[in-house]
Structure formats: C-alpha cells, structure tokens
C-alpha cells in the first residue's frame, strides 16, 4: 500500500514535468499540490498504518478506533496516553492533523508502544504519517523511548525509567557530543542501568539542541551567500551590485527565490498565504529565518533542504551539467541523515516541490517560477 502510494506520487512528477516543458505553464503542478486527491491527510495515513499493523479487513475509521482500543488495553498503554477520545476522532474521522510539538510526539511513541513497533516500524510512524523526525537524541525521554524500543520494553518500563531518569541527580560537563554520537552510543546499551548513568554523565548534551543541523544551517547560508554573490556577477545583476560586499539576508532570500520580499512597510513575509497546502507554507523558510539562532527541528530541515538546493542547482546550472536528481537526492539525504532529520520523501509535499525542481533540466528556474505562480 505504502509503495503504491509513493511510486504514484514518484510517476506524478515526470508526468507534470513532461507538461512543463510542453506548454511552460505550472497551473498544472500547482493544481496538483492543492488538489485533496494527490496527498492523503493525516488521518488517511493513519488509518492506514494501523490498519495494516493489526491486520484489519478494512480502514473504516470507527473499527480502527475499536481495533486499537482493546489492543492499548493488550499492551498495557491507556489510550488517554495517545488521544482523547474527541481527539482521536479528530485525527481518524476528519482528517484533522495534530499541531507539531512535544505533547504529540509523546502521543506518536504511545501509538508505537500500543502497535508493537520495532524502531523501524516507529521511523516509518514519524517519517510518513506524522512527516517528523522520530527520535530527538537530546531529549532524554526520548532517548529512553528509543531505548526501550529497541530492547522490547513495555509502556510500564518506559514510564518507569523516564521517571529515574528525570530523578537523576545529573553531571554538566562541557563535553559537547554530536547527536551521532549519542546515537551511536544509546543503541550499544541493553542494561537499564547503562542508559541511566550515560543520562547521568551526560546532563549537557541533553540541554543542548540541533548541534549537527546549526553547523549544516550555517555551512549553507555561507555557500549559498557566495554563490548569490557569483550569481549577481555572473549574470551582472546591476540593480544588487551594490550589495555584493555585504550581502543582506533580504538580498540572499530574493536571489534564492527570485521573489521581491521589500515592501513600504519593511520585509514582507510571503508564505502565510501562498496558494500551497499547509505541509508546504508551515515554517517555509522566510528571509528573517536565515538571521534566526534557534530554530525547530522542521524549521532546520526545512531551511536546510532550500538552502542546499539553491547551491546544487545553480552550480549545475552556471556550469550548464546534468546535475541530476539521483545526485541530488543522495548528497540532501546524506545531510539530512547526519542531522538526525527523515530523508526526503515523495508522500511529504514540501519534499516533494523539492524532488518536481530537481528532476528538471534547469531545477533553479523551475523553482523559482513555481514560487512566483503560487504568490501572483
């Protein structure tokens, strides 16, 4: 079912860029990101999952919430831990998606308790259906979740050790890990007591945040700040020449998406009503996000993934090579990955614009020309 669905949004985007080069028009790409019927909404994919775990004849949304009632009872997890009732009914019933935070995270893992998931099953739980990375290594509880996960642990344990761990009188060294590292480090323990002390020991890196995606953000902002400059000598920008010694965070924004982001009254912030669906313009990167010093995790993987594509597709285009979006899907998942943030995925719409820009033969002018229909 789930490869069924990707492979057709995959097809989807060599069919929509036929017709772009037939008659140079993205109504038809912008109409498809809109249109109900090419996303499934949360509550869909939800529906689905849960079905196919506990291998139910259907996806009648009221026997999933039956179904997965006496299976929380099963495996020791109120279902008050995952959702309410009018809140399940929410999610299931009427397509209504849960506000990204910490309280619906909490509410993904007691999901994955309930469902027996492995930690894959769990990653695919985040990645697809609730389109979030899964585990926070600099979260404690988190850690233990995974933790427990890995090791069969029951929802008692896991509450249990979050409730040691949160007593734990903790060491707050200066030694800053990567997030890999405690990864690496987290999936080496099998005994309680190991994990417990490595929280001890290491109070400080679970008060830091986003280590790997601040230096990814930073790294990016200044390649694509060198090659705006290029871009505005290459192509004699003469109007921002006189920017191209300290080049604006505006600036580097309306070069990236050719978009005019200064109005009378200062910068306009252009997404919060772009003719897009709402996985797409929540947290789509503004130009205030390039000077911000703390941002989300969807706000780093999201301004990450614009920030890279501009650098990809413009040297491919300034050096006029077949960039390639196979090229360009494994360097993005690479990065991502080392960040600890899902790969891109075709079911995601903000993923997907990205891999319709990519597969084009100027992927820089595509993008840009799809922000500029969408914000006419």
């Not at 899964?134 to 427990?148: G, H, L, M, S």
Request: charge should be negative.
């Amino acid at each position: 079912m789930e490869y069924t669905y990707t492979s057709n949004l995959e097809n989807e985007i060599w069919i929509m860029a036929e017709e772009l080069d037939e008659n140079d028009d993205c109504e038809s790409v912008i109409d498809f990101l809109n249109s109900k019927g090419s996303f499934q909404p949360f509550g869909a994919r939800l529906a689905a999952f849960i079905s196919q775990k506990l291998s139910l004849p259907s996806t009648d949304r009221k026997t999933i919430i039956a179904a997965l009632s006496e299976q929380c009872k099963k495996k020791g997890v109120p279902l008050s831990e995952i959702a309410s009732d009018g809140t399940l009914r929410n999610w299931l019933e009427k397509d209504k998606r849960p506000k990204k935070g910490i309280a619906s995270r909490h509410s993904m893992f007691a999901l994955a308790f309930a469902l027996n998931l492995s930690v894959d099953e769990t990653k695919d739980l985040f990645h697809k259906i609730y389109l979030d990375r899964a585990f926070n290594y600099r979260d404690e509880k988190e850690v233990i979740y995974y933790f427990c996960l890995k090791n069969n642990k029951s929802w008692t344990d896991t509450v249990r050790l979050i409730a040691k761990g949160d007593g734990l009188s903790k060491d707050y060294s200066d030694h800053t890990q990567y997030t890999q590292a405690i990864s690496s480090s987290v999936d080496s323990f099998q005994a309680e007591q190991d994990l417990l002390e490595y929280i001890r020991q290491n109070g400080h890196n679970f008060e830091k945040t986003s280590v790997t995606a601040s230096k990814m953000f930073n790294r990016y902002l200044t390649e694509a700040k060198n090659w705006a400059k290029d871009e505005i000598c290459q192509y004699n920008l003469d109007h921002q020449n006189k920017w191209i010694n300290n080049l604006s965070n505006n600036t580097l924004y309306e070069i990236i998406t050719g978009l005019n982001i200064t109005g009378k009254k200062g910068t306009k912030t252009v997404f919060s009503n772009a003719n897009l669906p709402k996985e797409i313009k929540t947290r789509f990167p503004e130009a205030a996000t390039f000077g911000e010093k703390d941002l989300t995790s969807e706000e780093y993987r999201k301004t990450i993934i614009l920030l890279f594509s501009y650098c990809f597709w413009y040297q491919i285009q300034r050096e006029e090579i077949d960039g390639g979006i196979d090229d360009y899907t494994d360097e993005l998942n690479n990065i991502l990955f080392d960040c600890n943030y899902s790969g891109l995925y075709y079911g995601n719409p903000f993923d997907w614009l990205f891999l319709f820009c990519a597969q084009s033969e100027q992927p820089l002018d595509t993008f840009r020309e799809l922000l500029a229909e969408v914000l006419a």
